[in-house]
């Protein structure tokens, strides 16, 4: 993330906030998550406006302890809402990336009261279907408008259709998703140069794991990785420069289908969670995901990736690491399958685990060696 977008304030100038009360949305390529104030006290200054896009690490607001602290010199100034947008020339305009640049963009209202109304899933929808969700007259309460108001405004019709050429062909912009997703993978496929190991799982003792835990196959799968990942540290570094970076979290991200795109959220510390609290997790992502509810916890500090496409009915595939983790475990789905044990064919559920590795940061075989401790996991029934 190099920049986001103030959604709305939910607060106004000369409020009280208190410490993780929700202050504003923010909306950057891949969702539209709300943040917490840092701090209780006085939100004393808005210096970022609803609507107006600033680069991170800018200040965007200033909260004080009490109601007339004095400010410092630099941000005694009206606040962003106040003072209109000059028109000067562009090269009469602050460098982009200041402070000065960030609040000059901004010439809409702050509070939620004086825009329409809307939930980030509904927002997010709307961009989606490319409806005005200024138009719709909402449902929810104060005639806030709901993600239900939204996608009924487009099946009704009034949905703005992709234009057609005189070939006939449809041409569509890409969405903000979309063209996130295509910046990172290109940029992973052009600067990691990667390798793939497979490997064929018996599932049998994960599944009985999984089953008395009330758990999936994707939290069996995540949980022998994140034990792996314990083991072998280098699987969980990242390649910048010349060195290796690595920490001792063991942070799994897992991929979730979205409108339009993907989205891999976090589990935190998964080789600490048992395969009931992995799932747990899991479910509470997921739906956090769907919802467009994400924050930015929760979509941050992943150190290896895992793709679950089997229960869309996919064998195998091979996945693209996601920049800056050094591998990605693609999983394909479980199906009975004739294996030999003892001298004796045998039915056994079956999964092929594909591991994409970034070549700069491990070879091929201390990949055989993490992928074979996954599978031993799996098939020993840890979790």
Do not use: C
């Amino acid at each position: 993330m190099e920049e986001g977008r103030i959604v709305a304030w939910r607060k106004r100038e000369g409020e009280r906030v208190e410490q993780g009360e929700i202050l504003f949305e923010v909306e950057t390529d891949k969702a539209t998550m709300e943040v917490e104030a840092p701090a209780a006290g006085t939100l004393r200054r808005i210096l970022v406006a609803a609507d107006a896009t600033a680069p991170v690490t800018t200040v965007i607001a200033l909260i004080t302890t009490t109601a007339d602290e004095p400010l410092p010199p630099d941000l005694a100034g009206p606040s962003a809402i106040a003072a209109p947008p000059p028109k000067a020339s562009l090269a009469a305009q602050p460098p982009k990336g200041s402070l000065a640049s960030a609040a000059s963009k901004s010439s809409a209202p702050s509070a939620d009261g004086d825009r329409t109304r809307s939930s980030p899933a509904a927002r997010k929808r709307a961009q989606e279907l490319r409806v005005d969700v200024t138009t719709i007259a909402g449902s929810g309460p104060g005639g806030r408008v709901t993600l239900e108001d939204v996608e009924a405004a487009g099946s009704s019709g009034s949905v703005a259709t992709a234009a057609a050429d005189r070939n006939g062909e449809r041409r569509e912009p890409l969405s903000r998703m979309r063209k996130a997703i295509a910046e990172r993978m290109s940029r992973s496929w052009r600067e990691a140069p990667q390798f793939s190991v497979s490997r064929d799982v018996d599932m049998t003792a994960a599944n009985a794991a999984r089953k008395r835990a009330g758990a999936s196959y994707t939290d069996a799968i995540v949980a022998a990785a994140a034990k792996a990942l314990a083991a072998h540290p280098r699987f969980r570094a990242r390649f910048e420069g010349d060195t290796l970076v690595s920490g001792d979290g063991v942070h799994v991200g897992i991929a979730v289908a979205v409108t339009d795109g993907l989205l891999v959220p976090v589990v935190r510390d998964a080789d600490k969670k048992d395969l009931a609290g992995l799932a747990r997790e899991r479910e509470r992502l997921e739906q956090h995901a769907h919802a467009g509810k994400l924050t930015a916890a929760e979509m941050t500090g992943g150190v290896f990736s895992v793709s679950n496409l089997g229960t869309l009915g996919v064998d195998r595939f091979t996945a693209i690491v996601n920049p800056p983790e050094a591998a990605i475990l693609a999983i394909g789905r479980v199906s009975d399958q004739v294996v030999a044990r003892d001298g004796r064919p045998v039915v056994r559920p079956v999964a092929t685990l594909t591991l994409s590795v970034d070549h700069r940061v491990a070879d091929g075989a201390a990949a055989a060696r993490f992928l074979d401790d996954i599978a031993r996991a799996l098939e020993e029934g840890a979790g």
